[in-house]
């Protein structure tokens, strides 16, 4: 393709991405710019607010807010290099490398997934015969997880100080990769060989670097571009950790932080709610403090004396499951599970009990529950689940009865949170609570059917799948093998239980 060849102090002509024909000749390699070129957005702003937030504080996320229009005055004044220096400083300086490295794994790919630009991932993509890179002036551990797993691209991307022996970052950057810099760093990466078939790119830092590629588009500033959709990329987001629901664009991270007094408040209402007003009125006074809670479905009925329980199944979506249940049952029940915050159990209004991971005396356990005539709630999952996916549903609760209830849940969030992998567990039914108008719908399932059983012959792996798919044909979700062990591992390195220093608080992380 002719193009001309771009001179200093005039900037090279690039044609538009729609002018790109697919069918022209084969393209094996490609260089590409991220935010504004392969994301629709060209402001990184949210993922670094998210990394001050997740991998800081909370105050460190309202300074880096408050620092915003000084970083936009000094991107338009002065040059992008000094804004992005800035940025970086004030999000990374102190922080612990292992923080971010979890925040860049766990919580920025579910926002950059969302926000992939169709076209460009389609020309990009196409190049995936050969070699796809990356050129970024985003720190790469901020960006590189994202990156690899979902673009299937190698990362080059502004590098970062660390001291205390590599476990904290400076904050500082020897140079910041826009302009020359980028073009370096791609002659660098093909050297030996042929310069890259394509190169896309959204701004004039980008031309130096398109301008050594066989062919270069531009693309056109345009937010409202259509995104790709989940399963276009070449990996799909299940497990995600993370306070914040939405993407933290200014004026959604400016809410998300102003309004946490009042979500505090009002969650500190709805908790005094659901301990001391009666069951039967719960439901009624919930929905006059804002929270949603539709119930469908026909609950059983409550055990005649002398009678087991039913056994209750649902599906895992906040720590507040088996609350909710008992609320649209109205009445009480029993809550099983394998770790528990001692803050979860003190606000609890149900009882809760905890296992021990040892299956026989687990197994016993419910069987005395069931069978002094309590109904008994579990989450087989054995852990939540923010995606629509349903965890593989361990099988244990199938050896326990006959008497078993799906039940379907589904919990809307629209501002933070009411789970983690990494951050305080205790807190988990708080930040649900202080949510403006979180909601609820349960739907109860018709009880299985004796030949449905493992008394009617099924293993406890078919009972335990049977219910599994039952309650994911209600909910509209997919069935997955994943395990709680596979959500622990990927988001916070560990296989998920309750050290004992965790829960008494001498770490200040949770994991349960």
């Known amino acids: 393709m002719a193009r001309p060849s771009p001179t200093r102090g005039s900037p090279a002509r690039f044609p538009p991405l729609s002018s790109y024909d697919p069918s022209a000749r084969e393209r094996r390699t490609a260089a590409s710019d991220l935010d504004g070129t392969l994301l629709a957005s060209s402001s990184a702003f949210p993922y670094y607010f998210l990394v001050a937030l997740e991998a800081g504080s909370y105050v460190r996320a309202l300074a880096l807010l408050l620092l915003a229009p000084s970083i936009l005055l000094l991107y338009t004044a002065v040059s992008e290099p000094a804004a992005v220096a800035l940025l970086v400083f004030a999000t990374f300086a102190g922080l612990r490398v292992d923080d971010v490295e979890a925040v860049a794994r766990g919580v920025l790919p579910r926002h950059y997934a969302a926000g992939v630009r169709a076209d460009a991932w389609e020309v990009f993509r196409g190049c995936g015969a050969g070699r796809r890179v990356v050129v970024t002036a985003s720190p790469a551990v901020m960006v590189g997880p994202f990156v690899k797993e979902f673009l299937g691209a190698e990362v080059a991307g502004t590098e970062l100080r660390t001291f205390a022996g590599g476990r904290r970052f400076t904050g500082v950057i020897q140079s910041v990769l826009v302009g020359e810099r980028k073009r370096e760093v791609v002659e660098r990466l093909f050297y030996g060989g042929d310069m890259p078939d394509i190169g896309l790119g959204d701004r004039e830092s980008d031309h130096d670097f398109m301008a050594i590629c066989k062919e270069a588009y531009m693309v056109p500033t345009n937010k409202r571009a259509p995104c790709a959709a989940a399963d276009a990329l070449l990996s799909r987001v299940v497990f995600h950790d993370g306070r914040l629901v939405r993407r933290p664009d200014p004026k959604h991270a400016l809410f998300a932080l102003f309004y946490l007094p009042v979500g505090f408040a009002l969650s500190f209402l709805r908790v005094v709610i659901s301990l001391h007003v009666p069951r039967r009125l719960v439901r009624h006074i919930y929905r006059l403090t804002g929270i949603r809670l539709t119930v469908r479905g026909t609950p059983p009925p409550p055990p005649s004396r002398g009678t087991p329980g039913s056994l209750l199944v649902c599906n895992h979506r906040t720590a507040l499951d088996p609350i909710i249940i008992s609320i649209a049952l109205g009445r009480p029940m029993t809550c099983v599970t394998y770790s528990v915050s001692r803050l979860s159990t003190t606000i609890s209004p149900i009882p809760t009990v905890a296992l021990t991971r040892e299956r026989e005396v687990d197994k016993a356990r419910i069987?005395?529950?069931?069978?002094?005539?309590?109904?008994?709630?579990?989450?087989?999952?054995?852990?939540?689940?923010?995606?629509?996916?349903?965890?593989?549903?361990?099988?244990?609760?199938?050896?326990?009865?006959?008497?078993?209830?799906?039940?379907?849940?589904?919990?809307?969030?629209g501002t933070y949170y009411g789970s983690t992998a990494r951050g305080w567990k205790a807190m988990d039914p708080w930040f649900f609570y202080m949510n403006p108008r979180p909601g609820y719908r349960v739907t109860f399932l018709p009880t299985l059917q004796p030949e449905e059983t493992c008394g009617g012959g099924r293993s406890a792996i078919e009972v335990a799948n049977h219910v599994q798919a039952v309650i994911a044909k209600e909910l509209g979700y997919e069935c997955t093998t994943f395990t709680r062990k596979d959500k622990y591992m990927k988001l916070a390195g560990n296989d998920g239980r309750v050290a004992a220093a965790a829960e008494s608080g001498e770490n200040g992380k949770k994991f349960a």
């Open 367 to 413: 069987k005395a529950l069931l069978e002094s005539g309590r109904d008994v709630v579990v989450c087989p999952e054995g852990t939540t689940c923010r995606e629509p996916c349903l965890l593989r549903f361990s099988a244990l609760f199938a050896e326990l009865t006959d008497k078993i209830v799906p039940v379907a849940v589904e919990a809307a969030q």
